[in-house]
């Protein structure tokens, strides 16, 4: 067995369901895997021929914790060469592993062995072949095989052939969805910055006329962020001295949202929030929804401004309300008649 690198077909646009999807190359790793042999030449002595197959995920550069139904898909193309470029290759296996914490810089562990982080993608449950493939018209069932790695099998409702390279029939592309159900537990580049997740995608053939075997493996990155909750909130716009306050606030967009959130009150009459809080109250969350502050009772009448923060967790991002937003405001007046 011989490493071969793959014919690249150029960039393009796929048009897939209505959809266009740019097909990206920069950070995608493919190797080849090939059945190899020497042919004699008739004047140059031996050349190499060989069978296999040019494997690519196509996962978008970057999704969010909280993501339904994203666009992806595979590549798969017949890579056979020398004398052997005569080749057809019927697919016999087709996997994904579509979270990953290895590196794609190493050649691809199909079954992403040291690396695995099963649950932070979820495949849908079928795909389909795209319009002008080799798998035009092809529905395959998506099947997890693997309860370790989370790894795909893809299986077509039919034979898939791919025709010899540079033919019109050469390469199958499949396009299915996926769900980002929490942010990866490992970075497969610890170094950069983001939380990188890596996609291995696995193909073998049976090619004729040669009755060979090969098989190709390939690599995507993708970026997982957090989910920007939303924190929106209701503080009493009028109050008196003595009378007990408490700031509400409403956590909407989260992913399972936890952590908590800190309810800050500055006055009397501190425009900027700079001085020491006069109260603080924190609550812990649970989900998006409703949360109350303590009461706080004033002691003294002016301008009082609530400051609410959510914590963020590892699925969530922090987020908090600014000083002096209008629903954040609170006018406290002195009880008519209490001495001065």
């Known amino acids: 067995m011989l490493p071969h690198s793959p014919r690249e077909a150029p960039a393009r646009v796929v048009d897939s369901g209505g959809r266009r999807r740019a097909v990206r190359y920069a950070c995608r790793v493919a190797v080849v895997l090939v059945a ?32 339904t139904d994203v666009p992806a898909g595979i590549r798969i193309a017949n890579a056979a060469f020398g004398g052997e470029a005569d080749n057809s290759a019927t697919l016999t296996d087709i996997t994904v592993v579509p979270s990953c914490a290895l590196s794609p810089a190493a050649p691809p562990d199909t079954n992403c062995t040291g690396g695995e982080d099963r649950g932070a993608l979820r495949l849908s449950a079928s795909g389909t072949g795209v319009a002008d493939s080799a798998c035009e018209g092809r529905t395959f069932t998506i099947t997890e095989i693997d309860q370790t790695s989370g790894r795909y099998r893809l299986t077509p409702d039919a034979p898939v052939v791919l025709g010899p390279p540079d033919s019109a029939t050469d390469t199958c592309l499949i396009d299915f969805t996926f769900d980002v159900a929490r942010m990866p537990a490992k ?25 060979l075997t090969g098989s190709g493996s390939g690599t995507d990155v993708t970026t997982v962020a957090k989910a920007v909750p939303t924190l929106t909130t209701e503080a009493p716009p009028t109050s008196t001295v003595g009378q ?43 989900g998006d929804g409703q949360y109350t502050s303590e009461a706080f009772t004033p002691t003294a009448p002016g301008t009082y401004r609530w400051v609410a923060a959510y914590s963020g967790d590892d699925a969530n991002d922090a987020v908090t309300t600014a000083c002096g937003e209008a629903n954040e405001i609170t006018e406290v007046a002195a009880v008519l008649g209490a001495p001065a």
């Not at 002595?45 to 914790?65: I, M, N, S």
């Not at 996609?199 to 040669?210: C, D, L, R």
């Not at 956590?251 to 309810?263: C, D, H, N, R």
């Open 244 to 286: 007990p306050v408490s700031d509400v606030a409403t956590l909407s967009g989260g992913v399972g949202p936890g952590g908590e959130i800190t309810f800050t009150l500055f006055g009397p009459d501190d425009a900027e929030c700079v001085g020491p809080p006069v109260f603080t109250s924190t609550r812990p969350v649970d």
């Open 36 to 67: 190899s042999l020497l042919v004699p030449a008739v004047s140059a002595g031996p050349a190499l021929a060989g069978v296999g197959l040019g494997v690519t995920p196509e996962f978008p550069a970057k999704v969010t914790v909280g993501d």
């Open 187 to 211: 970075d497969a580049f610890p170094d950069q910055s983001g939380l990188q997740t890596t996609q291995v995608g696995f193909s073998a053939a049976t090619f004729s006329p040669s009755s």
